[in-house]
């Protein structure tokens, strides 16, 4: 990923070619336009990229990006540029991978901005990075696409010659005994403005003994027209050749990218698509992360627009074969949450818990709605809810969604009742003075910490309670929450000075009666 300057110049013109019979190839391989499994089922990327060579301590993502719903993940590495992963590291990285059901698409960040950048590597010393981690991925080709060297040449236009250069590094890998699905980006950061790769990529195809090549552009600002979008894709279609979005994003510096058309489209055409990224961007780029700090339950908009948007990758993603996917989409929802059950209920939040729902491949999340309005989301059959509104009746029920987007029947509603704020210093207590069939009485005492005229202290119990008589106190009364407050006489207090009123309460069961919260 990289910003480019320059607009896009010209329509895009479509082209035929006509490209030999591959050879045998293992693992993911290139049919046509399409992407085959070993076993022949198609298979369309739709995941993220995640920046591993900076985060190489960030192992969790790959079963995060996995859970909602992603089946390929792009990881960046180095051979030196910057802290070079080697061979352990990367067998690691694939089992990573593995372990979490995702196609690994591997690639060096090292060549970004070849002829334009300081410190950039050349496509040849890319290749000489995967021999020297060979051992971590040969026998690895039904799970992993190497995606030879990221964005490898920038807009200056006395870098090498793209087509020679991205040739002799495809020659060079199957030379030296690599049968994987290759991936090559474009130039132009990726974004291939001047359509270089457009226009040589049959040559390119022609070139890898394996006619196995997959190519790769990076939409961002040049690609910010539906226009623009179709007809690079358009271009690929018709000429036979396999095309993947290995990055895109929804908005950037050098244009705003039209990601709704990039996703809209790459789903029609059954192309792959590669958000960037997961998280940890910087330089001035960092709305492109698609969660903050790493942390899967605090989505962007950029994510949520990513994983659970239209033709987002809960909608569309479908896990390989290689992994027991069907290959099919997922149309089954999962079953009705059970109804939750309010605790720790305060002036501005309250904890939610219910029966988990089951679904035939994995539920993904949960939503709570107040109304048809989301007040909150969860990865599990629990929620602290916070930022609520005092002394108001919330009105709740929770929904299940999986990995494909399926939602299930809204839980049965729950009501609970936020408690008023009470005076800065002051904490009740509670106890059960004594009980008999039906009835019972309460004591709470109010004991504050600084000097205060005046107190609160509210009573929240579970539906079938009443109190029906107070003393030393006023009582407001609106089932099940329960307010008292200070008499006339009892509401000034000194600090560390502390009072106690009682009350009658009644309830329909038996032995000791229910516990309420207090706040």
């Known amino acids: 990923m990289r910003i480019r300057l320059a607009l896009l110049a010209a329509l895009l013109l479509p082209f035929l070619v006509s490209i030999p019979p591959a050879h045998a190839a293992v693992g993911l391989r290139v049919d ?11 298979f369309v990327m739709r995941g993220t990229s995640h920046a591993h060579t900076w985060y190489a301590t960030q192992t969790s993502s790959f079963a995060n990006i996995k859970s909602l719903g992603a089946n390929t993940v792009r990881v960046v590495l180095s051979g030196g540029r910057w802290t070079a992963n080697g061979a352990s590291d990367v067998a690691n990285v694939v089992s990573l991978c593995k372990q979490n059901k995702l196609i690994c698409v591997l690639e060096n960040h090292d060549t970004t901005g070849y002829g334009e950048q300081s410190g950039a590597y050349t496509l040849d010393q890319a290749v000489d990075y995967w021999i ?12 992993v696409v190497l995606n030879v060297g990221n964005e490898p040449i920038g807009n200056n236009p006395t870098t090498p010659n793209w087509t020679q250069a991205t040739t002799a590094a495809i020659t060079r890998l199957r030379s030296n005994g690599f049968q994987h699905l290759i991936m090559v980006d474009a130039p132009n950061w990726g974004q291939d403005w001047n359509f270089t790769m457009r226009d040589n990529a049959a040559t390119v195809a022609a070139a890898d003994p394996q006619r196995n090549t997959v190519f790769s552009v990076h939409m961002y600002g040049v690609f910010d027209t539906a226009a623009e979008v179709t007809s690079y894709l358009q271009a690929f279609q018709t000429a036979g050749l396999p095309l993947v979005i290995g990055e ?6 050098d244009g705003n990218p039209d990601e709704d058309t990039i996703m809209a489209q790459a789903q ?3 192309v792959g698509y590669l958000g960037w990224s997961w998280s940890g961007n910087g330089g001035g780029v960092e709305y492109l992360d698609q969660v903050t ?6 989505l962007t908009t ?8 239209a033709n987002g990758i809960a909608q569309t993603s479908v896990e390989a074969t290689v992994y027991g996917g ?5 149309t089954e929802a999962p079953t009705r949450p059970g109804t939750p059950a309010a605790s720790d209920v305060t002036s501005t939040g309250a904890r939610l818990s219910w029966t988990a729902s089951t679904d035939n491949r994995a539920v993904t999340g949960y939503d709570v709605f107040r109304g048809s309005t989301r007040i909150g989301s969860s990865a599990t059959n629990s929620i602290t809810l916070t930022g609520l509104t005092a002394q108001t009746a919330y009105t709740v029920t929770v929904v299940a969604r999986d990995a494909a987007g399926n939602t299930s029947a809204a839980s049965a509603a729950t009501t609970f009742t936020t408690t008023s704020t009470p005076p800065s210093g002051c904490t009740p207590t509670y106890r059960v003075v004594g009980h008999w069939q039906g009835g019972f009485q309460g004591e709470v005492t109010v004991r504050c910490t600084a000097a205060v005229t005046s107190w609160r202290a509210v009573l929240t119990y579970p539906s079938g309670v ?13 089932p099940p929450v329960f307010t008292f407050t200070n008499a006339a006489w009892n509401g000034s207090l000194p600090a560390g000075g502390s009072t106690t009123f009682g009350f009658i309460g009644t309830w329909s069961g038996t032995g000791a009666p229910p516990a309420p919260t207090v706040s």
């Open 293 to 298: 700090n790493f942390d899967v339950t605090r």
């Open 268 to 270: 029609a055409r059954g």
């Open 466 to 478: 009443n109190v029906s008589q107070s003393w030393s106190s006023t009582l407001s009364a609106a």
């Open 248 to 253: 895109f994003g929804f908005n950037h510096s």
């Open 326 to 330: 069907t290959g099919t989409p997922d």
């Open 132 to 143: 020297s981690v060979k051992s971590a991925i040969v026998g690895q080709e039904d799970y």
């Open 32 to 42: 046509g336009t399409r992407i085959l499994e070993a076993n022949g089922n198609a």
């Open 302 to 309: 950029w994510g949520q627009r990513l994983f659970n948007g």
